[in-house]
Nanobody, 126 residues
């Protein structure tokens, strides 16, 4: 079972950038659909971005379009989320999740993702 692990969170000023990474020990994530989600304090977990398995395409939710980029990295074994032009409202715990049944990104519904990481904190503050 691929157990994802996130890294790269931190504190950044508004307008700054961070790069998150998702890896799974012992698993090559290349052929899995990978989603990034986030949960801010007092709010429900929401989808951010997704990349389909293999040569599948990527999707972005409206709040991050044009600012975030999802891509396969490290010889396609991991998945990165490059976050630029960060805003205070991007502050949240960011989670990486694996969809293992081949359904693809779909509507980036939490229920479609099977394996979840523990999350990494992203704080955008001046």
């Amino acid at each position: 079972q691929p157990q994802p692990v996130e890294s790269g969170g931190g504190v950044v000023r508004p307008g700054g950038s961070l790069r998150l990474s998702c890896a799974a020990t012992g698993f090559n994530l290349e052929y899995y659909t990978i989603g990034w989600f986030r949960q801010a304090p007092g709010k429900e977990r929401e989808g951010v971005s997704c990349i389909g398995g293999g040569r599948g395409g990527s999707t972005y939710e409206d709040p991050v379009k044009g600012r975030f980029t999802i891509a396969r990295d490290n010889g396609r074994t991991t998945v990165a989320l490059q976050m630029n032009s960060l805003k205070p409202e991007d502050t949240a715990v960011y989670y990486c999740a694996v969809e293992s049944t081949g359904q693809g990104c779909g509507n980036l519904d939490i229920k479609d993702f099977d394996y979840w990481g523990q999350g990494t904190q992203v704080t955008v503050s001046s």
